[in-house]
């Protein structure tokens, strides 16, 4: 389930491109990943986020999280930019 602060953030990323170039700059805080997201798009960003120790939250599904995310369309990963 999202929690309020993602809702409301005002740096966040939606999508994965937008996630991974974030993560690669340590600019990330939290990432959201949908369970019904393709194991090849949610793979190297567990594994990312594990290494690294990033705090990785599985939202339900994809239209879920692209809702949350102010976007008609459903999206795999987003994440939450550190202050």
Same mark, same amino acid.
């Given at each position: 389930?999202?929690?309020?602060?993602?809702?409301?953030?005002?740096?966040?990323?939606?999508?994965?491109?937008?996630?991974?170039?974030?993560?690669e700059k340590? @600019? %990330? #805080? !939290?990432?959201?990943?949908?369970?019904?997201?393709?194991? @090849? %798009? #949610? !793979?190297?960003?567990?594994?990312?986020?594990?290494?690294?120790? %990033?705090?990785?939250?599985?939202?339900?599904?994809?239209?879920?999280?692209?809702?949350?995310?102010?976007?008609?369309?459903?999206?795999?990963?987003?994440?939450?930019?550190?202050?």
């Amino acid at each position: 389930m999202l929690d309020e602060a993602f809702k409301h953030a005002k740096q966040k990323t939606v999508g994965l491109k937008q996630t991974q170039r974030a993560l690669e700059k340590g @600019h %990330v #805080r !939290r990432v959201y990943m949908a369970k019904d997201a393709e194991a @090849h %798009v #949610r !793979r190297p960003v567990l594994e990312w986020c594990n290494n690294h120790n %990033v705090e990785c939250i599985e939202v339900p599904t994809m239209k879920e999280l692209g809702r949350a995310c102010g976007i008609e369309i459903g999206t795999a990963v987003a994440a939450l930019l550190n202050d």
